[in-house]
């Protein structure tokens, strides 16, 4: 089994930057894919960002390109998603999630049902 736990939410204002974390255990980290997904209230989930069991590859919904970056530690076991010049409308339950693949694929994930394992989440409340 693989578990997923997220950290590094929080309560900001408009502007400021928070850094997430997800640590995972379990199956050999290294060959999962990794994912940022959130939830604000009322709305269903979305695809924040992604990036490859290297971490060579990343991508990012249009909403936080230029503003948020995820990367990883491998040898750590970690993810992590840096938020910069954050907004209001950034507030939400930000969940990561492990896509198991293969060495030989070089893959980024965007949708949902991809993924094979989710944290419980993170709550990031930015006021404006």
């Known amino acids: 089994q693989v578990q997923l736990v997220e950290s590094g939410g929080g309560l900001v204002q408009a502007g400021d930057s928070l850094r997430l974390s997800c640590t995972t255990s379990?199956?050999?980290?290294?060959?999962?894919?990794m994912g940022w997904f959130r939830q604000a209230p009322g709305k269903e989930r979305e695809f924040v960002a992604a990036?490859?069991?290297?971490?060579?590859?990343?991508t990012y919904a249009d909403s936080v390109k230029g503003r948020f970056t995820v990367s990883r530690d491998n040898a750590k076991n970690m993810v992590y998603l840096q938020m910069n010049s954050l907004k209001a409308e950034d507030t939400a339950v930000y969940y990561c999630?492990?896509?198991?693949?293969?060495?030989?694929?070089?893959?980024?994930?965007?949708?949902?049902?991809?993924?094979?394992?989710w944290g419980q989440g993170t709550q990031v409340t930015v006021s404006s």
């Open positions: 379990g199956r050999t980290f290294s060959t999962y894919a």
């Open positions: 990036i490859t069991w290297t971490g060579r590859n990343t």
């Open positions: 999630a492990a896509k198991i693949t293969s060495w030989s694929i070089e893959s980024l994930f965007s949708l949902l049902y991809e993924y094979d394992y």
